[in-house]
């Protein structure tokens, strides 16, 4: 049992952390509203916060904001009944971690949360401060499935809730650490959730994670070609069909090999841009020669994982054609099983811990790749459409050594006006085409075994470019957009699905 005291302590430490702004007596109603109008538009509408004790809700035009008793008062504003903390309930009810199942149980005592204007009941998983430790150098972002909130029933008088907690086996390598368990409450009444308590229960050790669910990329059959699935039984699948499909793979691995190298591509490979808004604009151009770029040396396999759709699945698929076809050099494929993939994909959502976590909320970010050793994407899973496929090849585009350009129709632009492009455009492809082409092979200056570079005079050597070109579009990069030569239109088809 639990005292009351301990949540009002428990409150007040997370309005700290809360995006809430303080000092609301000093403004005008409407002002507050337009300013927590602003940080819902900014931060999405995943906002939950805890009531300060002394403060009430108010919600004007769907927006909820909270104000000082007094202020509220004085402004004879209509208030929200937040009335979710009754020690009524809060006193009488007990629970905790059952570690030996995992189990999150509720004894409510026959008293039923609905009757003390608690909407809903969560219990709330977090990996114990994530930002401070250092085991989350190496957890390659599968610790973002186990920042987890899940309805707690309120038909049952002693509820039992299964924390869906996972651990990835990544490659061996992933570190443990332990997990803080949380119950939050929201109140009933109001538009969107709002938390009105919020009280730590427990802390699972990391011994436990032995008993956690072992977690697989997502997987649906007749997506990915037999050749692409690293974990396929060949001998379930058909030894002649297989057969069959490799060749099939083989001769599109050939297919590219007439597709033209151009000076453009090789000299947008040479330039970083970087977001810096100033009088001449938001961007700068840097230049970051190719032999710093680090490639994909090494076989890569993907794997997806949480909140993912089968779409994601057939963007990944048609990545990976059109790669076998223009980056012969690369070998890139799918697995269902964890033990083989590479470069995970993660899909979550961007909120509450988790969004600061991954730095998506205060950054303003949609997707991600975490560059060198961590060598793992981040999408969020709240997209849909073109928007979510662009996102997707974006970042694997990243993991392939592309950077950004402000090219109209590229997956790689900064240019946020444009198209969100779903696919790899002409810039992007004939980029790849270069950085996997076949005939170049790494430098010895490479650092990581896993990664390889390039030299220019080397790609301007064995691809029979010309310097003058090379040198006139590092120095017109801009320019490099409007190359779209005739021979990778098919590959545009390829992904779009034309035939
Ligand atoms: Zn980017």
Redesign the pocket.
């Known amino acids: 049992m639990i005292g009351f005291n301990r949540v009002l302590k428990t409150l007040s430490v997370y309005f700290m952390a809360s995006v809430w702004i303080g000092s609301w007596g000093f403004f005008a109603v409407d002002e507050v509203s337009a300013s927590i109008t602003h940080i819902l538009e900014t931060n999405g509408t995943q906002i939950s916060s805890v009531l300060k004790p002394g403060y009430v809700m108010h919600e004007k035009n769907g927006v909820k904001f909270m104000i000082k008793r007094e202020t509220a008062e004085a402004l004879g504003v209509v208030t929200l009944d937040m009335e979710c903390d009754s020690p009524e309930f809060w006193d009488n009810i007990e629970y905790g971690v059952d570690l030996e199942t995992l189990e999150f149980v509720v004894d409510f005592n026959n008293l039923n949360y609905r009757d003390y204007k608690i909407q809903n009941l969560y219990v709330v998983t977090e990996p114990y401060s994530p930002d401070a430790a250092d085991w989350n150098h190496s957890t390659k972002g599968f610790e973002f499935h186990n920042f987890t909130k899940t309805l707690v029933p309120h038909n049952n008088d002693i509820a039992k809730v299964r924390l869906p907690l996972n651990k990835s086996n990544f490659a061996s390598l992933e570190k443990t650490y332990p997990l803080d368990i949380k119950i939050e409450a929201t109140s009933t009444g109001t538009s969107t959730p709002v938390a009105c308590v919020k009280e730590e229960v427990s802390r699972i050790p990391v011994e436990k994670f032995a008993d956690f669910a072992n977690m697989e990329p997502f997987f649906a059959d007749g997506i990915f070609q037999p050749y692409d699935i690293e974990s396929l039984q060949v001998e379930a699948y058909g030894e002649d069909a297989f057969i069959e499909k490799f060749m099939e793979y083989q001769d599109l691995r050939k297919s590219g090999q007439d597709l033209p190298s151009l000076e453009a591509a090789l000299a947008l490979l040479g330039k970083n841009l970087i977001f810096e808004p100033s009088n001449e604009g938001d961007f700068k151009w840097e230049d970051q020669p190719v032999s710093y770029k680090l490639l994909r040396n090494k076989k890569t396999v993907i794997g997806l994982y949480g909140d993912v759709v089968k779409s994601d699945l057939e963007d990944v698929n048609k990545m990976i054609q059109v790669l076998h076809v223009v980056a012969p050099g690369l070998d890139i494929s799918y697995s269902s099983e964890t033990k083989d993939v590479t470069l995970p994909i993660h899909f979550t959502q961007c909120k509450d811990k988790l969004g600061k976590h991954i730095g998506c909320k205060t950054e303003g970010f949609v997707g991600v790749?975490f560059t060198s050793y961590k060598d793992y994407v981040w999408v969020d899973s709240s997209k849909r459409g073109d928007y979510r496929s662009h996102i997707i090849i974006?970042?694997i585009g990243?993991a392939l050594g592309l950077g950004?350009n402000l090219c109209w129709t590229s997956a790689?632009t900064y240019e946020f006006e444009g198209p969100q492009v779903p696919y790899l455009s002409h810039i992007d492809l004939m980029q790849l085409q270069i950085l996997y082409h076949p005939d170049l092979t790494p430098t010895s200056k490479s650092y990581k075994p896993a990664k390889r570079s390039l030299g220019r005079q080397e790609v301007i050597n064995k691809l029979g470019l010309s310097e003058e070109r090379v040198s006139y579009y590092e120095d017109n990069i801009e320019e490099a957009c409007y190359q779209k030569p005739g021979a990778y239109d098919y590959l545009i088809d390829m992904q779009i699905g034309k035939k």
């Open positions: 790749y974006h970042e990243h950004h790689m």
